[in-house]
């Protein structure tokens, strides 16, 4: 919200008269200040209402939400119902952005957020466009294994300068910042990625990575934020977001 000020600026002049009166002219100014942009929650209601399924519908019911902290239900995935799972993704899309969010996974789990999603037909999956920060019990998923596939890697492209990632089942805090194609990572404080994205380098990058047969992926500098759903139990809350 613009907040206006009305500056009013006196004018004073002495009149030639026996009383020395003074007479007050007033001018009006008016000022608009434009504050920082505002950090938005995506689970500010407890809900999914800043969230949709990849692809398009409601969140599927196997993702849930209690007390902020939204968690894909995988201990008993033979009883979803068909549609439960799935990738979600939020309603807006975003260029320049801070965002914060904290995650724990299970023992052996994987999962990921993925940003820069472009939602199309010809897109089956979110990995198709998107990037990815990691999310992975390193101890225990053999993707741990693959180097630039551990947690708070930049996925299957630039390994994390140092492992700061906790155990399976604690909290870590990460950060994204994608700012005219500067990209970093933080995981639990500590800068973990440095990139600049789409010049010849980062296409050379691609160029060497899983994606390089993927028509477009990476070239998008506008889309979604995603939370994955690799089969896995996890968990995201004060997932906060504020444009640049």
Known sequence: MKKQYLIVAA???ILASCSGEK??????????????EEWTDLFANNDFSNWHKYGGGEVGSAWKIENGEAYLDATNKENWEEGAGGDITTNEEYDNF?????WKISQNGNSGLIFYTHEAPEYERSYNTGLEMQVLDNEGHPDAKIISHRAGDLYDLIVSSEETVK??????S?????????L???LNGTTVVSTTLW???WEALVADSKFKNMPNWGTFKKGSITLQDHGDLVYFKNVLIKKL
Do not use: C, M, R
Not at 23 to 36: D, K, L, M
Not at 98 to 102: C, E, N, T
């Open 199 to 201: 010049t010849p380098e």
């Open 23 to 36: 007479a007050i002219e007033t001018e009006e100014i008016t000022v608009t200040e434009s504050p920082a």
């Open 174 to 182: 990460a950060e994204i910042i994608a700012n005219d194609g500067q």
């Open 167 to 172: 155990p399976y089942g604690e909290w870590n």
């Open 98 to 102: 801070h965002l914060k969010y904290d």
């Open 11 to 13: 004018l004073a002049s």
């Open 184 to 186: 970093e990572f933080i």
